[in-house]
């Protein structure tokens, strides 16, 4: 079992920037992918972006959406994969999750990840 607690989330205004981090324990293989969503009040929840983890290698993805301003890092010291949220609109607000899938893909589709965080709530208004 793979247990995931997301952090960071808060509240800011437009043009601001939120470090999210997701926080994996338990039964982790070398190989997997974690991947960041979020569903805004009233739509269906949405891929942000992931990151394929083979080793002590990586590969991230982001969602083309929002690529220009949201990244994907891996912080091997805390043992974390944060999402770094740039140039935040109010159409960024939205409960964010992190999910693992034993698959190494850095998948985009949600029916792939079978853990899933709590989520983290941000919101971005004036």
């Known amino acids: 079992q793979v247990h995931l607690v997301e952090s960071g989330g808060g509240s800011v205004q437009p043009g601001g920037s939120l470090r999210l981090s997701c926080a994996a324990s338990?039964?982790?293989?070398?190989?997997?992918?974690l991947g960041w969503f979020r569903q805004a009040p009233g739509k269906e929840r949405e891929y942000v972006g992931s990151i394929a983890i083979i080793g002590d290698g990586s590969i991230t993805y982001v969602a083309e959406a929002v690529k220009d301003r949201f990244t994907i890092s891996r912080d091997n010291a805390k043992n974390t994969v944060d999402l770094h949220l740039n140039k935040l609109k109010p159409e960024d607000t939205a409960v964010y999750y992190c999910?693992?899938?034993?698959?190494?893909?850095?998948?985009?589709?949600?029916?792939?990840?079978?853990?899933w965080g709590q989520g983290t709530q941000v919101s971005v208004s004036s």
């Open positions: 999910a693992v899938s034993d698959n190494p893909s850095g998948s985009k589709f949600e029916a792939e990840y079978d853990y």
């Open positions: 338990g039964r982790t293989s070398p190989t997997y992918s």
